[in-house]
């Protein structure tokens, strides 16, 4: 907990940010932006979830521009094991939107991103390393043995199976199983990473029997994300020396 109150601290205590134009379009996702009815949907769907739920806020709150609550937000989503929140946490880094450019530390995210091997993950994680120096890479490992001790699956996973099978304590009514509907889906731009991206994915209503089994919800995630069509742009080129945020 020490790790996310400093970052909490940190992004509280920044202010709000001046993202370069170029910076924030490379961070912002389409999916961030959704009509009000959306929202509300997948709020409710998501509200047993923190995880869940932490990402959702994360994403409202990069559409409006109020970058130091989407680092908040999605900080918060990945100590339950949340991989697109690591991943959105390691784009801000990268290109300096709501914090100070860090590549070494948007390595260390991307690749705790990419700890269960998604391909897109991957990719834009070995992307980042060959733009780092030795200097950088060096630092970026040692970040990365912190966040992983907070963060990692072996830990985080465990957060988030204790809220699921608490909620099973809670539930009344049917557990057959029955699924409906299809995940949402769009069509990402290239260089987009989203959690909607990939088709064809069963959804499931907010007590669907596999959401209410911690190694079944993973599987599924990991379905999402091995098997959905998702491009992958480049990162950039990181800097030697990063500019402060905003430059």
């Known amino acids: 907990m020490e790790l996310l109150t400093s970052i909490l601290l940190t992004a509280l205590a920044a202010g709000p940010a001046l993202p ?3 910076a924030m379009n490379a961070v912002v996702a389409p999916s961030d932006r959704m009509l009000a009815a959306d929202l509300d949907e997948r709020t409710r769907k998501a509200n047993s979830f923190p995880n869940e739920l932490s990402r959702l806020y994360g994403s409202e709150s990069a559409a409006k521009g109020e970058w130091g609550d989407a680092l908040v937000h999605f900080t918060r989503a990945a100590r339950y094991a949340d991989k697109y929140s690591q991943h959105r946490i390691s784009l801000m880094y990268w290109h300096g ?4 450019r860090d590549p070494a530390l948007a390595y260390a995210w991307a690749d705790l991103a990419a700890e269960r091997m998604y391909p897109s993950f991957v990719v834009l994680r070995e992307k980042m390393w060959l733009s780092l120096d030795e200097a950088q890479r060096a630092r970026a490992l040692r970040e990365g043995e912190a966040l992983y001790a907070e963060y990692g699956d072996e ?4 957060r988030l199976a204790a809220v699921i099978l608490r909620q099973n304590s809670q539930v009344t009514g049917s557990r057959t199983g029955n699924v409906s509907g299809k995940l949402q889906t769009h069509s990402p731009r290239p260089g987009e990473i989203s959690p909607m991206a990939a088709s064809g994915a069963d959804m499931a209503d907010v007590y669907a029997s596999w959401r209410m089994n911690p190694e079944r919800y993973w599987a599924v995630e990991d379905a ?6 998702v491009e992958v742009g480049p990162a950039g080129k990181a800097t030697r020396d990063p500019p402060a945020t905003g430059d």
Not at 97 to 100: A, D, N
Not at 224 to 229: A, N, P, Q, R, T
């Open 224 to 229: 999402i994300w091995k098997d959905g069509s």
């Open 97 to 100: 939107v709501g914090v100070t």
């Open 155 to 158: 830990v985080a996973k465990p």
């Open 20 to 22: 370069a134009p170029d």
